[in-house]
């Protein structure tokens, strides 16, 4: 198993050239004993080391060959690539030496290209004068072509003149190009005075163009040849700029032309100021509806006429339907803009926003059948901005408001002259006084808020929310007009006549108000009446009330003088009276519908009572016996009776009669054991808890019995049992003064006490 020392010499050398052979071969002999050590474990496993040698052997053999065979191939593939680059080598040397000897050799010719320069330089002379020779026909033609073109222009024949122009334009442009690229440009000065005339050609081309553009939607009707012939020189003109600007060396003088651009812009100027350049529009509405009725019947006309012709008549990248679409909402929008500047009035407003915002998409103009579906509007956005609408309504809610204040100013006059006719006011069906006032003032209003339905749902917003204010303000004046005609009317009684029933007209006339506000909302889902509007309606019916009670009042102030007094108590024919007087109102008050009639009612019989109890307050008279405690107590008795009675036939309940205070008033005086007064007080007190000591120091003060210590205990039992009023509770002794009691004379260095 060991190895000698020869081969331990002979190997060194090798293993100091290649160390991973030693590496490989250590690792391959301990693999080697590891796998055999695993085998032989076993003696039984050594009977088959034969069997082991020889496959170990055969597989040595079959790696050795392999390995040889691949080295073999190497090395041919090496000697191969040396023989390769032998040859390589051979021929960059050969070719080295035949670029020497060229070299040389050019070298040698140097001079003689010299001698050659002189040649090339006569070669390019003969050129260019070669060229000139055959252009001179031309050149010398120049002005003999431009006078044909203009017989040709005069003519009206376009095409041919213009082949001419380009003929001699191309001429022109050839020879600056040659001059541009050979530096000569000093010389350009001179061909350009020479193609002079070329420039009033183009110009009077151009005008004549431009002529036919601007009457193009005539001719497409009429004679479409012109318009086309003209498209088609436009068309040649275009391309020559392309293709100039495609060669970006030289650009002729006068390019690009644009002249399609130039057609775009004729075409909007021409449309523009056909119709939009009006130096001032009429702001008065009907002649701006007929201004904007001519624009739309136009405009219509003239698409149409775009659309049905003039697309026939140039090319389809053209656009000319879109083009003039846009040209006509770009233009009305700034026309409209300008008409909006102008102070116009309520009715033009209106007309414009509904021709806006309605007429302008509708198929009777932009949405006509005919224009669609070329021309669709809707892709040029709005007409006038948003912004533009919301301050145009604003503006005519303006002027709406000023023209109702003024109508309703009107109106209010009108109103109150009636008042000094000689008849009374118009009855209803039920005999219900009343006049045309409200009728007349919610078909006005309504009639403003429906007509705005047709505009926007904002506008129609507006003029509602305006039309609750003008009523409101129109609500304020009538409350001042009622003001002043009573108190013209307390000057002198006699006018007008009929104050009264004009009175409960008007009341009516606030009720039918009252129940016709709701009406008005634009939406019948939403009836709700804004709290400023229904309170106002309140307070012009209570000033109404008021005004009627304040003639009642009239009519029952000399009567109620006379009350508490010795001449009242000595009969009942004052009251009488005041039943009379009473009546008659009532009568005059059932002209009102039943709400108010019950409230004139109510308020009549608290005026009544007020009274009654406001003469007792005076003490014009003291009782000085029993046997007089005894009438004037009777004597309340039967009034209050007699009242009571009368209220309750009109149809005021007993439990909403403020006359039970004087019932009250009555049983406290009537007491007969002063002793018990500051029960009967605690009572009273608690019954009219606005009842004040001076009140009860007024009444005891009439029973003329009341002694000092009496009076004090009620008094001082008043105090310790203050009263406090509850919500619902009614005053009545709030309302009434008692008289300040007379001081004693006294002397001018003296003091009072």
Not at 14 to 23: Q, S, Y
Not at 510 to 519: D, F, G, I
Request: aromatic residues 6%; charged residues 25%; hydrophobic residues 40%.
């Amino acid at each position: 198993m060991g190895t000698s020392a020869e081969d331990e010499q002979g190997a060194s050398p090798r293993e100091e050239e290649w160390p991973e052979v030693e590496k490989a071969e250590k690792l391959a002999r301990g693999a080697a004993l590891k796998w055999a050590s695993g085998v032989f474990y076993r003696p039984e496993n050594l009977e088959g080391l034969g069997h082991y040698r020889s496959r170990e052997t055969q597989r040595n053999s079959s790696i050795q060959s392999r390995l040889k065979s691949t080295v073999q191939s190497h090395l041919e593939g090496v000697s191969a690539g040396l023989e390769q680059l032998r040859s390589a080598v051979q021929e960059v040397q050969s070719v080295c030496q035949e670029l020497g000897a060229a070299r040389w050799a050019l070298l040698d010719c140097a001079d003689r290209f010299q001698e050659l320069q002189q040649m090339r330089a006569l070669m390019a002379e003969h050129v260019q004068l070669a060229s000139v020779v055959q252009v001179l026909p031309q050149l010398f033609s120049v002005q003999e072509v431009s006078s044909h073109t203009l017989q040709l222009l005069r003519g009206q024949h376009l095409l041919e003149a213009h082949a001419e122009i380009m003929m001699m334009e191309h001429l022109r442009d050839d020879i600056l190009s040659q001059l541009h690229l050979r530096g000569l440009s000093s010389a350009q000065a001179t061909v350009l005075s020479y193609f002079s005339g070329l420039q009033e050609l183009n110009e009077s081309l151009a005008k004549q163009l431009w002529g036919i553009v601007a009457s193009s939607l005539q001719l497409v009707r009429e004679d479409p040849v012109l318009f086309v012939t003209a498209v088609r020189i436009i068309e040649r003109e275009e391309k020559i700029d392309d293709t100039l600007l495609l060669d970006a060396t030289f650009l002729p003088p006068g390019r690009p032309k644009g002249w399609k651009q130039k057609f775009y812009h004729v075409l909007q100027e021409t449309i523009t100021g056909t119709h939009f350049h009006t130096t001032h529009v009429d702001a008065e509405g009907p002649r701006l509806s007929r201004h904007l009725e001519a624009l739309q019947r136009d405009i219509v006309s003239e698409l149409r006429v775009v659309k049905d012709l003039m697309v026939q008549c140039v090319p389809a990248h053209y656009n000319i339907l879109s083009v003039c679409a846009t040209t006509y909402h770009q233009a009305l929008a700034s026309h409209l803009q300008d008409i909006l500047r102008e102070d116009l009035d309520k009715q033009a407003l209106f007309h414009l926003l509904k021709w806006v915002l309605h007429v302008y998409h509708s198929s009777e103009m932009m949405g006509h059948p005919d224009l669609l579906p070329e021309v669709d509007v809707s892709s040029l956005g709005p007409l006038i901005s948003p912004e533009l609408v919301d301050q145009t309504e604003r503006r005519y809610v303006v002027k709406l408001k000023a023209s109702v204040l003024e109508w309703m100013q009107r109106t209010l006059k009108t109103e109150f002259e009636e008042w000094f006719w000689e008849k009374e006011p118009e009855t209803d069906h039920q005999g219900f006084f009343q006049s045309d006032l409200p009728i007349h003032v919610i078909e006005m209003l309504n009639s403003n808020i429906e007509v705005t339905s047709s505009i926007t749902d904002s506008l129609q917003q507006k003029v509602y929310n305006m039309a609750l204010e003008e009523l409101e303000a129109f609500l304020g004046r009538l409350r001042e007009a009622l003001v002043q005609r009573g108190k013209e009317h307390q000057q002198d009684r006699t006018i007008p006549k009929h104050y009264v029933p004009y009175l409960l007209a008007m009341l009516n006339n606030v009720l039918a108000l009252s129940s016709s506000v709701p009406t008005l909302h634009p939406n019948s889902a939403c009836r709700e009446v804004p709290a400023s509007l229904r309170a106002a309606l309140d307070r012009t019916q209570k000033k109404a009330c008021q005004l009627l009670l304040e003639e009642l009042l009239l009519d029952l102030q000399p009567l109620c003088v006379e009350l508490a007094s010795r001449k009242w108590l000595s009969g009942a024919q004052l009251v009488n009276n005041m039943c009379e007087v009473i009546d008659k109102y009532a009568r005059d008050f059932s002209r009102v519908k039943k709400p108010l009639f019950k409230l004139l009612l109510i308020e009549c019989e608290l005026l009544v009572a007020n009274q009654y109890l406001r003469a007792l307050m005076q003490k014009k008279m003291v009782c000085k016996s029993k046997e007089e405690r005894r009438q004037f107590c009777d004597r309340l008795l039967q009034d209050a009776t007699q009242l009571r009675e009368l209220f309750c036939s009109l149809g005021v309940d007993r439990s909403q009669q403020n006359l039970e205070a004087v019932f009250a008033v009555r049983e406290l005086l009537c007491l007969k054991d002063t002793a018990l007064l500051s029960l009967e007080v605690l009572g009273f007190v608690t019954k009219y808890p606005d009842v004040s000591d001076e009140h009860i120091s007024t009444l005891l003060d009439l029973r003329g019995d009341v002694s000092k210590e009496v009076r004090h205990l009620v008094l001082e039992m008043m105090a310790q049992h203050p009263q406090a009023l509850p919500e619902s509770y009614q005053p009545i002794f709030s309302t009434i003064l008692v008289p300040a009691p007379e001081l004693p004379f006294c002397l001018r260095k003296g003091k009072c006490a």
